[in-house]
């Protein structure tokens, strides 16, 4: 049985973490998936996520910043690494006081995430979701001007590509899947 495209899609999408090409990450592209990233499932319809967009031009000056709240020794390596993709999304997620909906709120951004990353890589757009220290660290949040209200979910780092890494193997569901019988 052929699998359907979707499925095929799920399966073939990986992270691209480096060998992008030159091709320039636009704001209009990234706003066009975006668009239709949006339409992930949402409790309450909160919607609630916002980005912050970080192109070509801008990514030193970026990273600079980024790296500063970093102790000196580390501040050069990590401004090069920041500098390594072609462009950042920062995925912010609206922090609510109530657990059931920080909850719902980070189950809601996650969906969308992976719905944009589904998008990118049929544009060829490599994706890779960073979760490094500094998005836990409010002297970022302040020099990105993310309220105190919010949550930096991740930097998604972006660019072109034209080398798939090779699959890596998935357990089964059969070892990860029971049936509840009273």
Do not use: C
Request: charged share 30%; aromatic share 10%; no cysteine.
């Amino acid at each position: 049985m052929e699998r359907t495209t979707l499925a095929k899609l799920i399966r073939e999408r990986r992270a691209i973490k480096k060998g992008y090409t030159n091709k320039e990450v636009t704001e209009d592209k990234i706003k066009e998936l975006l668009e239709d990233a949006i339409w992930a499932p949402t409790h309450g319809m909160r919607q609630p996520w916002r980005f912050l967009f970080v192109g070509q031009e801008h990514l030193p000056s970026f990273a600079k910043k980024v790296a500063s709240t970093y102790p000196v020794e580390r501040q050069e390596n990590r401004e090069n690494y920041l500098n390594e993709p072609n462009a950042i999304l920062v995925v912010i997620m609206e922090e609510p006081e109530i657990p059931k909906q920080w909850d719902e709120n980070y189950g809601a951004v996650a969906s969308m995430i992976q719905n944009f990353w589904l998008l990118a890589w049929q544009e060829k757009l490599g994706v890779v979701w960073k979760t490094n220290p500094h998005i836990y660290d409010d002297n970022v949040k302040g020099k990105l001007n993310i309220n105190q209200n919010e949550k930096i979910v991740g930097f998604l780092h972006l660019g072109y590509f034209e080398e798939i890494p090779p699959q890596k193997e998935r357990i089964s569901v059969d070892d990860k899947f029971e049936t509840f019988l009273g």
